[in-house]
């Protein structure tokens, strides 16, 4: 079976062992130089001033929320198809997320939306950059500031990916990672990270990661939580960001391949492969979804889909606010599909996935 992703062939001749032993005979194992190191390389492979890393990706949205002023009773912008990752952390703080719809050509936050969303006055925006394309990021921006709204990038699925030459997550008021085994950055367990340029936000957010302690033991901001990156992931995801970008190049590499293949069989692929795309997920959308996807696992290709079940759909929060119409984000979610598409994919398993989706169409 070709999987959705698998870590074995791009961590292969790679030695994890030797930086996890200096940690370990070091016995310093939270908060240390390995974080330290990683916090400035990181922040330097985005382009900005601050890089402050975490437990998760969800703790870094929940803590960038808190140190941009969200509290209890306010509303945040926020799209209905990234897994309910956003809509985690804004009902962390007590605040409440507004859903608005997306562009269908790029499945990321409408600018129409946004700016009918602006209406209701919310707190803050995030903006998901999904599946490794950007959002309009400079449209969305521009709307969010001229209505005196901070933006927050989540940036879990572009690693890398880039508008007019700046990185994601350069872009916001502050932006968030996921250091999760999957993602283009990925660690051996969880991590996160919040990247900003602004002082007074790096500083609150040094403190809210950890128990909102000013110097130790002395609690100088209230909502803080205990969210800090430990020193072997750190270690684990500084081997790794130096090959981030060739592994993008890989994922790439893939995209093109599957987008120049299935150009004429009328299947509708999202991803537009330039530069700019980190191509974390290779996403379509296909009618009689269920059947290509028992096809495809009967020629032995694994797919999924991301996601099935829109935030303002989930059973857990019945009474959701959506800001003007959901209908993209209603009627793509019963037709995406993810193929495989991960770095060190063999070109023979790219083949074999061309194959059998090519088989589908024929039969
Ligand atoms: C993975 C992911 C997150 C959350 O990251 P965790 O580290 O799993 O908490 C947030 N947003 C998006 C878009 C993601 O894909």
């Not at 100088?220 to 500084?238: W, Y």
Request: with cysteine; charged share 20%; proline share 3%.
């Amino acid at each position: 079976m070709i999987p959705l992703f698998s870590d074995v062939a791009m961590n292969r001749n790679l030695d994890f062992l030797g930086a996890v032993k200096k940690v370990l005979d070091r016995h310093w194992y939270v908060l240390g130089e390995e974080v330290t190191g990683f916090e400035s390389e990181f922040a330097d492979y985005v382009g900005v001033g601050y890089c402050v890393s975490m437990a998760n990706g969800t703790d870094a949205i929940e803590i960038a929320l808190r140190s941009v002023g969200v509290e209890s009773g306010d509303l945040v912008v926020t799209v209905a198809n990234a897994g309910f990752y956003s809509s985690t952390a804004i009902h962390a703080v007590g605040a409440t997320p507004l859903y608005v719809d997306i562009n269908p050509s790029c499945m990321t936050m409408s600018v129409d939306a946004l700016a009918e969303a602006l209406k209701f006055k919310p707190k803050c925006v995030i903006v998901t950059h999904l599946y490794g394309q950007m959002a309009n990021i400079k449209e969305l921006l521009a709307l969010a500031h001229a209505a005196g709204v901070m933006l927050i990038e989540d940036c879990a699925q572009s690693h890398g990916a880039k508008t007019d030459g700046h990185q994601a997550g350069s872009w916001g008021d502050a932006a968030c990672f996921s250091f999760y085994p999957t993602k283009n950055l990925g660690a051996m367990g969880d991590g996160g990270a919040v990247v900003t340029n602004n002082d007074e936000l790096a500083a609150r957010l040094k403190t809210l990661r950890q128990y909102g302690w000013s110097s130790k033991y002395h609690v100088g901001h209230a909502g803080g939580k205990n969210s800090r990156l430990d020193e072997m992931q750190a270690a684990i995801l500084r081997i790794k960001l130096p090959l981030l970008d060739s592994w993008n190049a890989s994922r790439r590499d893939i995209a093109f391949r599957y987008n120049e293949a299935f150009a004429n069989l009328g299947f509708d692929a999202l991803p537009s492969v330039d530069d700019s795309f980190a191509a974390h997920l290779y996403v379509a959308r296909i009618q009689n979804r269920d059947a290509f996807r028992e096809f495809l696992k009967s020629e032995g290709v694994a797919t999924d889909v991301h996601y099935p079940v829109p935030d303002h759909w989930q059973a857990a929060y019945t009474q959701p606010r959506v800001a003007g119409s959901m209908e993209v984000t209603d009627s793509s979610c019963k037709n995406l599909v993810t193929l495989p598409c991960f770095p060190g994919m063999a070109d023979e398993a790219v083949d074999t996935v061309i194959a059998a989706v090519k088989k589908y169409f024929e039969q």
